[in-house]
Nanobody, 121 residues
Framework: QVQLVESGGGLVQAGGSLRLSCAAS????????MGWYRQAPGKQRELVAAITSGGSTDYADSVKGRFTISRDNAKNTVYLQMNSLKPEDTAVYYC???????????????WGKGTLVTVSS
């Protein structure tokens, strides 16, 4: 089975920084895109940033210039460096990866359990 485990969330003051990590493990043949989503209380889950296996990136307008997504393909790990954090960045952050578990299976989406990021004003 495939597992995604996030780490790095916590409480930070506005203007501060945090780095999230997400490691994929288990039965993995290949990983396509990886990304970070977030869900604030009372709101829908939204895409924060995504990165392809080739390194192309995409960001939500609200985080452009402040967040940076990167990945280490050798470690099956994706990172999210978050700088200049704002109270409105407060949310549960979820890791997502599009993984092909074996040569015989199709690509499917996997999700981590989420890590809470709280930004105080």
């Amino acid at each position: 089975q495939v597992q995604l485990v996030e780490s790095g969330g916590g409480l930070v003051q506005a203007g501060g920084s945090l780095r999230l990590s997400c490691a994929a493990s288990g039965r993995i043949f290949s990983i396509n895109a990886m990304g970070w989503y977030r869900q604030a209380p009372g709101k829908q889950r939204e895409l924060v940033a995504a990165i392809t296996s080739g390194g192309s990136t995409d960001y939500a307008d609200s985080v452009k210039g402040r967040f940076t997504i990167s990945r280490d393909n050798a470690k099956n790990t994706v990172y999210l460096q978050m700088n200049s954090l704002k109270p409105e960045d407060t949310a549960v952050y979820y890791c997502n990866a599009r993984i092909k578990a074996s040569v015989l299976t199709t690509i499917r989406d996997y999700w981590g359990k989420g890590t809470l990021v709280t930004v105080s004003s």
